[in-house]
Nanobody, 128 residues
Framework: QVQLVESGGGLVQDGGSLRLSCAASGRTFSSYNMGWFRQAPGKEREFVAAITWSGVTYYADSVKGRFTISRDNAKNTVYLQMNSLKPEDTAVYYC??????????????????????WGQGTQVTVSS
Protein backbone atom coordinates (compact mmCIF):
# COMPACT_ATOMS: atom_id res chain seq x y z
CA GLN A 1 0.00 0.00 0.00
CA VAL A 2 1.18 3.54 -0.70
CA GLN A 3 0.08 6.91 0.67
CA LEU A 4 0.34 9.98 -1.53
CA VAL A 5 0.59 13.66 -0.57
CA GLU A 6 0.55 16.42 -3.19
CA SER A 7 1.99 19.91 -2.82
CA GLY A 8 2.93 22.87 -4.96
CA GLY A 9 -0.43 24.13 -6.14
CA GLY A 10 -1.37 27.80 -6.10
CA LEU A 11 -2.46 30.82 -8.06
CA VAL A 12 -0.53 31.75 -11.20
CA GLN A 13 -1.10 34.06 -14.13
CA ASP A 14 -1.82 32.96 -17.67
CA GLY A 15 1.47 31.77 -19.20
CA GLY A 16 3.08 31.08 -15.85
CA SER A 17 4.60 27.93 -14.40
CA LEU A 18 4.15 25.69 -11.39
CA ARG A 19 5.74 22.46 -10.24
CA LEU A 20 3.61 19.97 -8.37
CA SER A 21 5.15 17.35 -6.13
CA CYS A 22 3.73 14.08 -4.89
CA ALA A 23 5.47 12.43 -1.96
CA ALA A 24 4.84 8.73 -1.55
CA SER A 25 5.24 6.51 1.47
CA GLY A 26 6.63 3.01 1.38
CA ARG A 27 9.85 1.28 0.51
CA THR A 28 8.81 0.04 -2.92
CA PHE A 29 8.10 3.36 -4.59
CA SER A 30 10.51 2.64 -7.43
CA SER A 31 8.26 -0.19 -8.64
CA TYR A 32 5.09 1.91 -8.68
CA ASN A 33 3.62 3.37 -11.84
CA MET A 34 2.41 6.91 -11.14
CA GLY A 35 -0.07 9.32 -12.68
CA TRP A 36 -1.51 12.80 -12.42
CA PHE A 37 -5.17 13.58 -12.92
CA ARG A 38 -7.16 16.79 -12.62
CA GLN A 39 -10.74 17.71 -11.96
CA ALA A 40 -12.33 21.07 -12.70
CA PRO A 41 -15.65 22.12 -11.12
CA GLY A 42 -18.56 20.35 -12.76
CA LYS A 43 -16.31 18.13 -14.85
CA GLU A 44 -15.11 14.57 -14.64
CA ARG A 45 -11.65 13.70 -13.42
CA GLU A 46 -9.34 13.52 -16.41
CA PHE A 47 -5.94 12.04 -17.12
CA VAL A 48 -3.04 14.48 -17.34
CA ALA A 49 0.19 12.49 -17.36
CA ALA A 50 1.71 9.20 -16.25
CA ILE A 51 5.13 7.69 -15.73
CA THR A 52 5.91 4.02 -15.47
CA TRP A 53 8.27 2.44 -12.99
CA SER A 54 10.90 2.40 -15.75
CA GLY A 55 10.42 6.04 -16.73
CA VAL A 56 8.18 5.80 -19.80
CA THR A 57 5.92 8.84 -19.92
CA TYR A 58 2.45 9.52 -21.30
CA TYR A 59 0.56 12.80 -21.67
CA ALA A 60 -2.92 13.99 -22.47
CA ASP A 61 -3.04 15.85 -25.77
CA SER A 62 -4.16 18.99 -23.97
CA VAL A 63 -0.91 19.25 -21.99
CA LYS A 64 1.61 17.69 -24.37
CA GLY A 65 4.57 20.01 -24.89
CA ARG A 66 3.68 22.12 -21.84
CA PHE A 67 3.75 19.65 -18.92
CA THR A 68 6.51 17.25 -17.92
CA ILE A 69 6.16 14.36 -15.51
CA SER A 70 9.24 12.99 -13.77
CA ARG A 71 10.18 10.93 -10.74
CA ASP A 72 12.97 10.80 -8.19
CA ASN A 73 12.97 7.35 -6.66
CA ALA A 74 15.59 8.33 -4.08
CA LYS A 75 13.11 10.88 -2.73
CA ASN A 76 9.96 8.78 -3.26
CA THR A 77 8.56 11.69 -5.23
CA VAL A 78 6.89 12.26 -8.58
CA TYR A 79 6.72 15.73 -10.12
CA LEU A 80 4.57 17.55 -12.62
CA GLN A 81 6.26 20.58 -14.15
CA MET A 82 3.61 22.78 -15.71
CA ASN A 83 4.66 25.53 -18.11
CA SER A 84 2.68 27.92 -20.32
CA LEU A 85 -0.32 27.49 -18.05
CA LYS A 86 -3.73 28.48 -19.35
CA PRO A 87 -6.96 29.36 -17.50
CA GLU A 88 -8.41 26.05 -18.72
CA ASP A 89 -5.74 24.24 -16.70
CA THR A 90 -7.48 25.43 -13.52
CA ALA A 91 -8.45 22.36 -11.49
CA VAL A 92 -7.66 20.25 -8.48
CA TYR A 93 -4.69 18.08 -9.38
CA TYR A 94 -4.42 14.57 -7.98
CA CYS A 95 -1.50 12.21 -7.78
CA UNK A 96 -2.45 8.55 -8.15
CA UNK A 97 -1.08 5.06 -8.57
CA UNK A 98 -2.61 1.91 -9.98
CA UNK A 99 -2.41 -1.27 -7.94
CA UNK A 100 -0.22 -2.94 -10.56
CA UNK A 101 3.47 -2.41 -9.94
CA UNK A 102 6.23 -3.03 -12.43
CA UNK A 103 5.49 -3.72 -16.07
CA UNK A 104 2.21 -2.11 -17.10
CA UNK A 105 1.62 -1.82 -20.85
CA UNK A 106 -0.42 0.99 -22.34
CA UNK A 107 -0.46 2.92 -19.09
CA UNK A 108 -1.46 6.04 -21.00
CA UNK A 109 -4.85 4.50 -21.77
CA UNK A 110 -5.81 3.90 -18.14
CA UNK A 111 -8.69 5.91 -16.74
CA UNK A 112 -9.23 7.06 -13.20
CA UNK A 113 -11.08 3.85 -12.36
CA UNK A 114 -7.91 1.83 -12.93
CA UNK A 115 -6.03 3.81 -10.29
CA UNK A 116 -6.29 2.53 -6.75
CA UNK A 117 -4.29 4.96 -4.60
CA TRP A 118 -5.02 8.69 -4.54
CA GLY A 119 -3.70 11.79 -2.84
CA GLN A 120 -5.92 14.50 -1.40
CA GLY A 121 -5.37 16.88 -4.30
CA THR A 122 -3.86 20.34 -4.68
CA GLN A 123 -5.60 23.34 -6.22
CA VAL A 124 -4.13 25.02 -9.29
CA THR A 125 -5.73 28.27 -10.39
CA VAL A 126 -4.63 30.11 -13.54
CA SER A 127 -5.88 33.66 -13.85
CA SER A 128 -6.40 35.36 -17.20
Amino acid sequence: QVQLVESGGGLVQDGGSLRLSCAASGRTFSSYNMGWFRQAPGKEREFVAAITWSGVTYYADSVKGRFTISRDNAKNTVYLQMNSLKPEDTAVYYCAAPRTKGFLPNMGTLGAREYHYWGQGTQVTVSS
